[in-house]
């Protein structure tokens, strides 16, 4: 057995071509650019593209794959260098029993299944060609469809205020939409973690993942799991999720939930923080208050709940969160150490004085431990790290 980093929520902003895939990502966000990033610079060994859905993306997979650039596994998924592409495709639930849209993820093992479900996908969408579509069927209904194709399906971002299954798809369970019996696995998001969330029951029988939701190069990786596995392949990810013949997830590296963007409750108006106690904002009088994260989730929790055992989740800040470490000394870290994963897992504090000041040692070493001074974030509007604690 192996470990494995694995980032499974990277989106495409451009085709080859320069027509849009997300339309809020990145220009730059293409294909051949996050398969080289996520290797070069990232040290990712397993990523999840969630926009393999669009037809030119799908063309340009396999014109890498006739190029001998990729090759596709016996176990699912695509080899490219060092790193295992995995075909994803996020989708938006809004179906008769919904409250509000549900962001979920769906994955493929190969080409030709991804292929067969786009092309059942585009009768029930607006545009095939684009990221994030809603689709006009039952999310129970897609469910069965993901399943017969040899996917997973795992729900988004679960607790963000806006397009989510706690946000405001359901009321109280994801009974409501989902068939419980057809979920994989748990996408937590940035504003929230394990501990937060171990004491709501229904989501016990799931695995967690964290994942970036990149929308640009950079953010690739700043939170992401660690997955013990024999190899790199969409079958040995399939096994991880379900705890089967020794694979599983092993950690969880993430963002403070406190620097999430979504994890106080703010009023719409001012965006100042408040309480959902509170009927009216303090600062403009409005009534309008955006629900954060910690307060959705105090509102989900059982009493009485014994946790379930789960691998540990790590309060670990990306490098490029750290004050004082920019462009070129993280060219220079790079340059010495290989990829981040490097540098945030393997190289020793000796290693490190070697390339740059003491303090900015201290700094990355308390940025690995999670132990760096924060400011809370909520209301769209990210935490910032200010240094020790």
């Known amino acids: 057995m192996k470990e494995f980093f694995v980032d499974l929520h990277i989106h495409i902003g451009r085709t080859a071509s320069g027509k849009p895939v ?20 990232k040290g990712l060994d397993m990523i999840g593209i969630i926009d393999c859905h669009v037809p030119e993306v799908l063309l340009e997979i396999e014109q890498l794959v006739n190029l001998g650039a990729m090759e596709e596994l016996a176990e699912g998924g695509l080899q490219f260098q060092n790193t295992t592409l995995i075909l994803g495709s ?14 979920v993820l769906t994955y493929f093992p190969t ?10 996908m585009s009768q029930h969408v607006k545009n095939i060609s684009l990221s994030t579509q809603r689709i006009y069927v039952e999310g129970r209904i897609l469910q069965q469809r993901v399943h017969e194709y040899g996917g997973l399906f795992i729900p988004a971002h679960v607790f963000t205020p806006f397009k989510s299954l706690y946000g405001k798809g359901v009321q109280r369970s994801l009974t409501e939409v989902f068939d419980a019996q057809l979920i994989d696995g748990i996408e937590l998001g940035l504003s929230s973690d394990t501990q937060m969330v171990e004491r709501i029951h229904e989501l016990h029988p799931y695995p967690f993942l964290t994942n970036s939701d990149a929308h640009s190069l950079g953010k690739m990786g700043r939170e992401y799991g660690k997955f013990l596995m024999e ?28 620097l999430g963007k979504y994890y106080e409750s703010i009023c719409f108006h001012c965006g100042e923080q408040v309480s959902m106690e509170m009927e009216v904002c303090s600062a403009c009088g409005s009534t309008d208050f955006i629900k954060g994260v ?9 009493e009485d709940v014994t946790p379930v055992n789960r691998p ?20 220079r870290l790079l340059q010495v150490f290989g990829t981040e994963m490097n540098i945030l897992h393997h190289v020793t504090k ?14 990355i070493h308390r940025a690995r431990l999670g132990q760096l ?3 809370h974030g909520g209301g769209g509007k990210y935490g910032k790290v200010l240094g020790e604690k």
């Open 90 to 103: 996020e989708i938006e639930v809004y179906d008769t029993n919904c409250h509000g849209p549900i962001h």
């Open 312 to 331: 540990p989740y790590v309060h670990q800040v990306p490098l490029d969160f750290i004050p004082g470490l920019g462009p070129k000394t993280m060219k």
């Open 294 to 302: 910690s307060t959705r989730i105090k509102e989900l929790s059982d």
């Open 231 to 258: 190899e790199s392949s969409f079958h040995e990810l399939r096994k991880a999720l379900r705890h089967e013949e020794g694979r599983l997830i092993r950690a969880n590296y993430g963002l403070n939930p406190l």
């Open 373 to 375: 001074n924060i400011v």
């Open 22 to 41: 997300k339309i809020t990502g990145s220009r730059n966000l293409t294909l051949q650019a996050i398969l080289q990033y996520a290797n070069s610079q």
């Open 350 to 363: 000796e290693q490190l004085l070697e390339v740059v000041p003491e303090k900015l040692v201290e700094l």
């Open 111 to 120: 080409v030709e299944k991804m292929k067969g479900f786009s092309q059942w």
